[in-house]
Each structure stands twice: as C-alpha cells, then as structure tokens.
C-alpha cells in the first residue's frame, strides 16, 4: 500500500510539473462594487479552462474547450504580441475593471493591465474571455438550482437559453451532464425537464434546432 501511494504521489507531481510546462492564457478583472468583484479565467493550450471568482477559489469551474476555440484565443494573444506592449486607450472612459491579461509558457511569462482598450484584437480576446466567464456563470447558476433549489431551475434553464442563442456560451457540452440528470428526475416539474431535454437535444445535435 506504501509502495503504491508513494508511486500515485509521484505521477501527481509529475502531472503538475508537466502542466506548468504547458502554455496558458490568463485573464482576470478585478471591478470593486459589480457582482462578481473579481473573476479570472485561465486557458491551457490543451484546452483546459478554469474559472475562478477569487483568487484562491478552491473550487473553479473546469471545462474543456474545442480545439478551434483554443487556437482562436492563442492565436489573438499572438497578434497581441503575447502581450508584451501596453493595450491601454489613449481617451478618457469611464472605468470598467482593471482587466489583466498574460502568457505564461515555462518560464516566459508577460503580461498587461488595462481598463479599455481600442485594439480590435484585444477587444476580440476580451470578448472570448468574457464569454468563457459568462458561461461558468449559467453552469454555475445551473447546478445550484439542480441541486438546492428545484424551484429555479427554470429560471436557471432559461438565463442557459438565452445565453445560447446569444452566442454567449462556450463548450456547451459541459452543461450535459447536468441537463441529462433534470430531464430524467421526476422530481423536477414537467416543465423543467422538457426544457432540459430540449437544451441538450439543442447542444447534441445544433444543426438540427429549428428554433
């Protein structure tokens, strides 16, 4: 059992030494006074993301983004010089949160601050970003309701529709799993799960959605 786990700890480190390795997008704005105060968003070139509303959030909200998607967002932080140039507008705006963006890949690591920029490919970035958060929102929103709340879970599954037809979600497939498990518990009202099932059909099969 020792020889075991001792091997198990091993391979842990080894994961993690091998994912720092592994080049990342980060992104965070810090906006005092709105809801949520703080967010940060972080992007592995492997696809993996995580969502924090803190900064020592010991429970993010993981997903895995497309391949495409991914290429997408590093491919703008390219363009942006991996953020090695200042992105802030030279024209007085009101402040909107201190928005950070940087790259890290092992050692190399830049980064840069600001609160509006004019840069079509920063706003791109930013837009990319925001919809990953908003996305962890309505999941977030989701798997409360489903669980503490039957009541709102209506609510929750109309906030996730919306945001659908928005364009506004990113990696819908992780809502699956959640989507599933309220269309076939008979706890939930009739309603609730019709609209369940058809959220999923909706992700599963895009091309197909009429409405």
Not at 13 to 42: E, M
Not at 170 to 190: I, S
Request: aromatic share 10%; hydrophobic share 45%.
């Amino acid at each position: 059992m020792a020889a075991t786990m001792k091997w198990l700890c091993l391979l842990a480190s080894a994961s993690a030494a091998l994912a720092a390795d592994v080049p990342r997008l980060f992104f965070s704005r810090s906006f005092p006074g709105s809801t949520p105060a703080y967010i940060q968003v972080t992007v592995l070139k492997t696809g993996e993301a995580e969502y924090c509303e803190a900064v020592d959030d010991d429970l993010p909200v993981k997903s895995k983004l497309a391949e495409a998607d991914v290429q997408t967002l590093f491919d703008l932080a390219g363009k942006l010089d991996y953020f090695k140039h200042p992105l802030e507008a030279p024209v007085k705006v009101a402040f909107m949160g201190t928005k950070t963006f940087r790259y890290e890949d092992g050692v190399q690591k830049s980064e840069v601050q600001f609160n509006y920029s004019q840069d079509p490919q920063a706003q791109a970035l930013l837009d990319w970003f925001e919809r990953i958060a908003e996305t962890a929102s309505r999941r977030i929103d989701l798997e409360r309701a489903a669980k503490y709340d039957h009541l709102g879970v209506m609510k929750a599954l109309t906030m996730l529709e919306g945001a659908l037809l928005r364009n506004r979600v990113v990696a819908p497939e992780q809502f699956l799993p959640t989507l599933d498990r309220v269309a076939k518990n008979e706890t939930y009202m009739h309603t609730a799960r019709a609209r369940a099932a058809e959220i999923a059909e909706a992700i599963r099969n895009p091309k197909k959605e009429a409405r």
